[in-house]
């Protein structure tokens, strides 16, 4: 099972907004309304951000959000703050019962 | 308070075995999927294996499969990685995650313990 496709790094602006794809295939994103994404600061554990393509845990900033088109998700940040500087990293179910991770992305504010 | 700790990380040789705990508290631990999930140094994170509630059913990435086996005692609420043949491409930190009930992502996350795979 191949990594789901992320650009390597985003960057922005405080303020701004930015969006971060995520693509895989018919077998896991396409198929599925199962894509959560998660942010990780460097040490730390993973933390979610957005669960089954477009919904926020409680606790989790609205300026997170989520969509899906095809077999691409992505993440968007809007009114990018220093704190949301960090990686991120979608992750799909499949149709072999497992999950796929994509390749992470590092967003860097400006 | 939902609480994940994993133990029994380590230097280990290649071909070696090696067996990772993860204790679970402050949630019913029988009624939940659990997972493995690990992160070379560095690297991106990979989904690694999963476990339903009961321990009857198992799934692994094919990087895994054979050599890794996933198993759980709902009685010491604690989840279990044997982890067999290891290679140098293992070394990892290793978390395990908590799956939602009737979800497919995963809410909880422990601070993973580190394995390191070389002679």
């Known amino acids: 099972q191949s990594a789901l496709t992320q650009p390597a790094s985003v960057s922005g602006s405080p303020g701004q907004s930015i969006t971060i794809s995520c693509t895989g295939s018919?077998?896991?994103?396409?198929?599925?309304?199962?894509v959560s994404w998660y942010q990780q600061h460097p040490g730390e554990a993973p933390k979610l951000m957005i669960y089954?393509?477009?919904n926020r845990p409680s606790g989790v900033s609205n300026r997170f959000s989520g969509s899906k088109s095809d077999n691409t998700a992505s993440l968007t940040i809007s009114g990018l703050q220093a704190e949301d500087e960090a990686d991120y990293f979608c992750?799909?179910?499949?149709?072999?019962?497992?999950?796929?991770f994509g390749t992470g992305t590092k967003v860097t504010v400006l | 308070e939902v609480q994940l700790v994993e133990s029994g990380g380590g230097l280990v040789q290649p071909g070696g075995s090696l067996r990772l705990s993860c204790a679970a508290s402050?949630?019913?631990?029988?009624?939940?999927?659990m997972h493995w999930v690990r992160q070379a140094p560095g690297k991106g994170l990979v989904w690694v294996s999963r476990?339903?509630?009961?321990?009857?059913?198992?799934n692994y990435a094919d990087s895994v499969k054979g050599r890794f086996t996933i198993s759980r005692d709902n009685a010491k609420n604690t989840l279990y990685l044997q982890m067999n043949s290891l290679r140098a491409e293992d070394t990892a930190v290793y978390y395990c995650?908590?799956?939602?009930?009737?979800?497919?992502?995963?809410?909880?996350w422990g601070q993973g313990t580190l394995v390191t795979v070389s002679s």
């Open positions: 402050g949630f019913t631990f029988s009624s939940y999927w």
């Open positions: 995650a908590r799956g939602v009930i009737r979800g497919y992502y995963f809410d909880y």
């Open positions: 018919s077998s896991d994103v396409g198929s599925y309304n199962y």
């Open positions: 992750i799909s179910y499949t149709s072999s019962s497992t999950y796929v």
């Open positions: 476990i339903n509630s009961d321990g009857s059913r198992t």
């Open positions: 089954d393509v477009s």
